[in-house]
């Protein structure tokens, strides 16, 4: 691992600009006089002399807002007050929540004071050192820096002073100014693991400006504003000299961004807090033209990373808007954008967790499960008067309400629900497609891997996922840990934790170090069609390429409209080969019989149907997956295995139910030896059939009752709106020899609905369709491309 990391740091040096590469000795250089200067006693914070002639910033509250905005805590979120003052009750005997841990102890010192280098999940400390001597993400000397610096985030501090504001009760008080003292004399400018990165101090910035203003004013309360406001000159000195503009140009610079402009409105009597405030918005600015994908997704590619950079944008606007600084429309623009991916991801269940789960929150690091990353959607309801984003969220979030205060949740009372739109949707340049099913979705991952050698990105090209009423069926695992004894990183991150195949049980890509990959693969959309009734998905990927001789993984998906998906593997090659597909079941999904699975005393589950194929095993396995940073628990996963010489195709039929099946169903692959490159399948359910045809050769066919040159075809018989008939790629279908369905040029897609007499055809070109040979009627559509 030693030499990989070298390597790669080798050929990261060779990459480096003239500016990165002074930068990066500027930075270097810096720290190491400051922690000398630091130890000759030199006293850092002495030029930011705090002035009393200057009037602080708007915070999101005033102090006299905060009773009414506790009012409405009580009575929009009942049971959440008990929460806040039981985990800070937990909080004062030293216990903490930390990322997917609970109950971290961290009494380890016999003075009863918190241990504030203590990794307590593994049992290590991190040595008291200058900060730049300090290999945080070596496990051996840190163990996971992720738990260090979460609780040195001092989010819990936020929670101390909400519960004292709750029950007027001294010792919450009295707790944050204990341990605010204690973590000073502890951690001496840039001494110790807590100096080591900069989005920590901006991260810690912002907990003790929420901690003032929920304490400011308030009788009887120490004024901690006086005393603390030269460490948080400090801490502005720190993000600002070191900024992670080459190190981590990511959320770490966005935060940090964020961290300064707060502290440049919130603490105007500093010295440089003018300066501040414009750098820290000229971050913000262009980190969200940089970040942002067109298509609205965050450019790492991970859905957690995607929401925790929404908060840090969302916080940052509304923090300007409070204080006359204008907010350009760009970027309200990209922040709804950003809200819409949501949306749209989480339409039917939580939105899976794609790529990395970086385990902490702007606002409440309690929240970080997928269920929770929908959190921002209520906000954003609000602030651009989203019918839609209200209907998604389904209920106020206690971020919202301190936020935007009493003004904010009368809008939100006022916001009319609009309906969640079913439709499918594409999200282009992130390569995330979802292909909606009733009240289900399936969700395919055929984009890049994110940036910087795609080190939060998983191996998970051609993955799907599947939600359905508010839950989830088919999950992506997740992430458990950065660093550990074992290899849970890699196994996390690889494709064997991701639905999708793998090869001689290889991974599609090779971990270079435990934020980079060599060579991503490259995922390739080769058709993508929202017809009126179906949608079709093909996409490959040349993860594979690199085997002798090389592979490649062709996925089809179509969805029927009915609650059923098709998926068919197509792997192309040489040789003999073992390969394996892989089904992630929601942790409460058990099975019932066969290949249904069922929700634990709910009538709801997920439904397989794999081809009718002697040589592909069905084997179910006891596997883990992360449901938050550092938590595994217990799943089933269904795995289909074969080895074989190549070419090799596999399908199979996966249905979201909310009655159970009768188990009636089957899919049956056709062979016929005389078509080369045309496959034939055959699905039968209780009341239906239908057959798909998949040409591969480009050619005309004819395949039992069915013949075309289309790339694909379905024909399902009965359907709940008549007989079916569609084809891609192509200019004509038939049924028994007779011409059912034809264009006078090919088109991308057509289909046809035939029931009493009269046929409906739907098509990406209209114009092009021809008038039957037959006298029955006949109503042309167009369709949507």
Avoid at 67 to 93: M, T, W, Y
Avoid at 268 to 281: F, N, Q, T, V, Y
Avoid at 528 to 534: A, L, N, R
Avoid at 559 to 564: D, I, M, Q, R
Wanted: proline share 4%; charged share 25%.
């Amino acid at each position: 691992m030693v030499s990989k990391t070298l390597k790669h740091l080798s050929a990261r040096m060779w990459r480096m600009d003239r500016d990165e590469f002074f930068e990066r000795c500027r930075q270097g250089i810096a720290k190491r006089s400051d922690a000398l200067l630091g130890l000759l006693g030199y006293d850092f914070s002495k030029n930011s002399t705090p002035s009393d002639s200057v009037e602080s910033g708007h915070f999101f509250f005033t102090s006299q807002s905060v009773e009414s905005n506790l009012f409405l805590l009580k009575q929009r979120l009942p049971g959440r007050a008990d929460q806040i003052v039981e985990e800070a009750d937990r909080i004062c005997h030293h216990r903490f929540d930390l990322l997917g841990y609970q109950s971290l102890n961290y009494n380890q010192a016999k003075d009863w004071d918190i241990d504030w280098h203590w990794e307590p999940v593994h049992q290590k400390r991190s040595p008291k050192t200058a900060a730049h001597r300090i290999r945080y993400l070596s496990f051996k000397q840190c163990g996971d820096s992720k738990v260090i610096w979460e609780l040195n985030r001092h989010q819990h501090l936020v929670t101390l002073a909400k519960a004292y504001r709750l029950t007027h009760k001294a010792r919450y008080a009295d707790e944050i100014l204990r341990q605010w003292r204690h973590w000073q004399a502890e951690n001496p400018y840039l001494i110790g693991i807590n100096w080591t990165s900069s989005l920590e101090v901006a991260m810690r910035s912002l907990s003790w400006l929420w901690t003032l203003h929920l304490l400011h004013g308030v009788p009887g309360v120490y004024d901690f504003r006086t005393e603390w406001l030269g460490s948080l000159a400090l801490h502005g000195r720190y993000i600002e000299r070191y900024l992670s503009t080459y190190f981590s140009p990511n959320t770490h610079l966005l935060g940090e961004g964020v961290g300064l402009f707060f502290l440049g409105i919130l603490c105007p009597e500093l010295d440089a807090a003018e300066r501040w405030k414009s750098l820290g918005w000229r971050i913000v600015l262009r980190e969200s033209e940089r970040q942002i994908r067109e298509d609205g997704f965050h450019f790492e590619q991970s859905t957690y990373y995607h929401t925790y950079a929404l908060d840090f944008f969302l916080h940052a606007a509304v923090l300007a808007s409070l204080n006359n600084v204008q907010v350009p429309k760009p970027l309200e623009d990209r922040i709804e954008k950003m809200l819409s991916v949501l949306y749209l991801l989480g339409r039917s269940g939580p939105p899976p967790q794609s790529g990395d789960d970086d385990g902490g929150r702007l606002f409440d690091p309690r929240r970080n499960r997928a269920e929770h990353l929908m959190d921002p959607l209520a906000t954003g309801a609000i602030l651009f008067h989203r019918g839609d984003f209200k209907a998604a969220a389904r209920n106020l979030r206690e971020e919202t309400l301190w936020l935007l205060g009493e003004e904010g949740v009368r809008q939100w009372d006022l916001l009319q629900e609009a309906p969640v739109t079913p439709e499918s949707a594409e999200l282009t340049e992130s390569g995330c497609y979802l292909l909606t099913s009733e009240d289900s979705q399936l969700i395919v991952d055929a984009g890049p891997f994110g940036v910087h050698g795609a080190g939060h990105g998983h191996a998970d090209a051609l993955s799907v996922t599947l939600q359905s009423r508010g839950h989830s069926l088919l999950i992506d695992c997740g992430t458990c840990e950065y660093v550990g004894p074992g290899k849970d990183r890699d196994r996390f991150r690889g494709t064997q934790a991701h639905n999708t195949l793998t090869v001689d049980g290889l991974g599609q890509m090779e971990s270079a170090t435990i934020f980079s990959w060599h060579r991503p693969a490259q995922a390739k959309i080769e058709r993508w069609i929202k017809g009126q009734h179906f949608d079709l998905l093909i996409a490959s990927h040349d993860g594979y390429q690199r085997l002798q001789p090389p592979v490649t993984h062709r996925r089809w998906v179509i969805s029927l409209k009915s609650g059923a998906y098709l998926v068919r593997d197509v792997v192309g090659g040489s040789g003999t080969h073992h390969l394996n597909i892989a089904w992630h079941l929601a942790p409460d999904l058990q099975a019932e019989r066969g290949y249904v699975f069922r929700a634990k005393d709910e009538m709801r589950g997920v439904a397989f149907c794999p081809v009718q194929d002697a040589d592909w095993g069905g084997e179910l396995r006891t596997e883990m997956c992360s449901p938050a940073y550092g938590q595994k628990t217990p799943i089933a996963v269904l795995n289909f295995a074969r080895t074989t010489t190549f070419p090799a195709e596999f399908a199979v039929v996966v249905r979201a139910w909310h009655d159970l099946p009768c188990g009636l169903d089957s899919l049956k692959w056709i062979r016929r030896r005389s078509i080369a490159g045309v496959s034939q399948y055959e699905y039968e359910w209780d009341g239906g059939k239908c057959s798909f045809v998949f040409n591969d050769c480009r050619e005309p066919w004819c395949s039992g009752r069915l013949s075309s040159d289309a790339e694909y075809l379905c024909h399902m018989t009965p359907h709940r709106s008549g007989e079916q008939l569609i084809f891609a790629g192509g200019t004509y279908a038939s049924i028994d020899g007779g011409t059912q369905l034809r264009a006078g040029r090919p088109v991308d897609w057509a289909e046809a609905i035939m029931k009493c007499g009269v046929r409906k055809v739907f098509s990406s070109d209209s114009a092009a369709m021809l008038q039957p040979a037959t006298s029955e009627p006949i109503l042309v559509s167009s369709g949507n491309s």
